[in-house]
């Protein structure tokens, strides 16, 4: 006769560990990829239509054209980011299709393993972005070529309340750059 020594442990359970490891693995990808995803996935319609290259061809300064250097210059909207090419500088923004309004504020950071990265907004809202002041908000009329970004000067005599007054802001007509 023959002894027939079985295993204590079965295959199946053998694989366990190594499958739970796989989901776990799977899990976390599946999170980092939604962390980068979520945001152009839940794009307002609004925002998705500004993205790209645009360039300024006038501005209008309280009701009047003027010429001035920044007149040719490029402006690049990325994501919640308008990039002036001109200046070097970025400027991060929430746009409020409702209000047909952009919000600038200062992105907060946070340290995490000794590196320090942006926090989004959908994960914490910046204190600047719960009250605004005036002069942060920034109206703007988009067509499918063309964007006007109308900045409100600040007049303490005359309370701001909805767009901005022609008479008292200045306004970037923007173009797509080819």
């Known amino acids: 006769m023959t ?12 694989l366990q560990p190594s499958r739970k490891l796989r989901y776990g693995i799977a899990l976390i990808a599946i999170c980092v990829a939604g962390y980068w995803v979520l945001p152009w996935l839940l794009m307002p ?25 920044q007149v040719g210059r490029l ?4 994501g919640n980011r308008i990039v002036r090419v001109y200046r070097e500088e970025s400027t991060s923004f929430e746009i409020r299709p409702e209000q047909r309004a952009l919000v600038l504020y200062e992105p907060e950071s946070a340290k995490v393993l000794g590196v320090d990265i942006q926090v989004p907004i959908w994960i914490r809202r910046p204190e600047s972005l719960r009250n605004p002041p005036v002069r942060n908000i920034l ?10 970004i109308i900045e409100p000067w600040e007049n303490p005599e005359r309370p701001t309340v909805g767009p901005p007054n022609p008479e008292d802001s200045l ?5 797509r750059a080819p």
Do not use: C, F, N
């Open 3 to 14: 002894a027939s020594v079985s295993s204590p442990v079965s295959p199946r359970q053998r």
């Open 45 to 69: 319609a609004d925002l998705r239509s500004i993205q790209g290259t645009w360039k300024i061809v006038r501005l209008v300064k309280r009701g009047q054209e003027v010429a001035d250097w």
């Open 75 to 78: 402006v690049v909207i990325s």
């Open 139 to 148: 109206h703007y009329d988009l067509s499918e070529s063309r964007l006007v």
């Open 171 to 175: 306004a970037y007509h923007l173009t």
